[in-house]
């Protein structure tokens, strides 16, 4: 089956040919090429030819190749839903996230389902996204659910939505629910700019203490974030890391990298900066990988986001630098667990790598950035973006890291075993909540 690619495959779909397309889809899958995906089309090939049974074997077996992908796990729990192939001794519980596809929040709750799976199989989750229709497309499903977690990092900002927060419920529709709500790793985004999103104001921060009052058990990601909240009052935070950080590499993920060199993921983003200095930032991002490659390190752009960054991906390599887009927070994980070092703007360039126990220098453009950095005690390897002028600070504070390499290496194994204590812990707890909820 020579010439199969992808895009052959994809334009057999797209002809309903799908007969055809499924065998392509297969053959790319069993070549490991972004077998996950290939083996959801593959189904999705299947289910349009009125084969469910053996559609759902293949959407389990993507969910085998990786199970963080936030739109193959949606479009496999409506499939589920949809034709009815629920366990009726299994409980559902919605899983609210932002509706996003990118690698921070679909992690976060690709962690979440895998520490949940480690302790009790009695759960299936049923994944929502943020919108205004949100219970009136619960009802067309018919879903009685056991509860619902709240998860994702930066959900405390100014939305046009009935709650004020990057959540689509008012309290009196909380309310309405009647089951048990659960927060999990949930926190404050703050970017370094001046719109008036991420205006944490006293009345916002308020209004989101309100809906504390209605949660059965709470959690943040981040002293930062705790702090805000018990200002307003809210007690009983429990303090829970990402649990993105716990994520295992895919064993079928390999990059054909020179490894006779360290690898330096290096994570930007120029969100929160005007044009002129984001320009600057570039620049000098170029003039340390350029660094990096004339000391023998091998630079690597890692791009979380697809969707802000391909102009960043073109302009990357016109500059000749390596760079590699990952499709999932796993295969983000897999990318970091092969570097040596990661200089990370993204929040989750640097969970994820701080999760394989790779040294990381944080290049703060959140104040989420600095809140984690302070979780692992390494504030003294952040920089303020506003801070890189040029590319010599970016290789001041990384010979630092590198010279601190095997202190580093020893905290960052001990912040994972707390951090990781903590999330079981808090697991059991929300469990055992709507375990007794249902018992009732």
């Not at 927060?183 to 009345?203: P, Q, S």
């Not at 453009?365 to 040029?390: G, P, T």
């Not at 951090?419 to 079981?424: A, D, I, R, T």
Request: glycine content about 4%.
């Amino acid at each position: 089956m020579n010439g199969i690619t992808f895009k052959s495959a994809k334009e057999l779909f797209s002809r309903k040919k799908y007969p055809e397309a499924f065998d392509q889809f297969c053959h790319l899958a069993n070549k490991n090429d972004n077998p996950a995906f290939c083996s959801f089309m593959a189904g999705k090939c299947l289910s349009l030819s009125d084969k469910n049974s053996d559609a759902y074997l293949y959407f389990q077996k993507a969910m085998e190749y990786d199970d963080s992908n936030a739109f193959i796990n949606r479009e496999i729990e409506r499939f589920i839903i949809t034709h009815k192939l629920i366990d009726p001794n299994k409980q559902i519980i919605y899983h609210y996230f932002p509706n996003t596809t990118n690698i921070g929040d679909s992690g976060a709750a690709a962690g979440i389902r895998a520490l949940f799976q480690s302790l009790t199989d009695d759960f299936i989750f049923f994944t929502l996204s943020c919108r205004k229709d949100t219970i009136d497309v619960l009802k067309t499903y018919e879903i009685e659910p056991s509860g619902m977690l709240i998860g994702g990092g930066g959900l405390f900002f100014r939305q046009p939505l009935p709650s004020g927060w990057y959540f689509p419920l008012s309290l009196s529709q909380l309310a309405d629910l009647k089951i048990p709500i659960i927060t999990y790793a949930i926190g404050f985004n703050k970017e370094y700019t001046n719109d008036e999103i991420w205006n944490l104001d006293n009345v916002f921060i308020n209004e989101i203490a309100k809906f504390h009052q209605e949660f059965s058990a709470k959690s943040v990601r981040d002293y930062w974030s705790k702090n805000t909240l018990e200002s307003a009052g809210v007690s009983d935070l429990h303090l829970v890391p990402c649990p993105s950080a716990f994520l295992k590499p895919l064993p079928w993920f390999k990059m054909s990298l020179d490894k006779s060199k360290e690898i330096v993921g290096l994570s930007i983003t120029g969100r929160s900066l005007r044009k002129d200095q984001e320009t600057k930032l570039i620049t000098a991002f170029f003039d340390f990988a350029k660094w990096l490659s004339r000391q023998n390190f091998f630079p690597l752009f890692v791009l979380q986001d697809t969707a802000e960054d391909i102009s960043l991906a073109k302009l990357i390599n016109e500059n000749n630098i390596p760079c590699i887009l990952p499709n999932t927070a796993r295969e983000a994980v897999s990318v970091y667990s092969q570097c040596n070092y990661v200089v990370g703007m993204r929040g989750h360039s640097l969970i994820l790598a701080a999760g394989q126990i790779v040294p990381i220098l944080g290049i703060s453009y959140n104040k989420k950035v600095d809140a984690f950095m302070e979780m692992l005690d390494m504030q003294n390897y952040c920089i303020n973006q506003n801070d890189i002028i040029e590319g010599s600070a970016l290789i001041d504070n990384f010979e630092k890291l590198t010279a601190d390499k095997d202190t580093v290496i020893t905290t960052l194994k001990n912040k994972r075993e707390i951090f990781y204590k903590n999330n079981v812990d808090y697991c059991r707890k929300a469990v055992s909540i709507l375990l007794l909820k249902n018992s009732i």
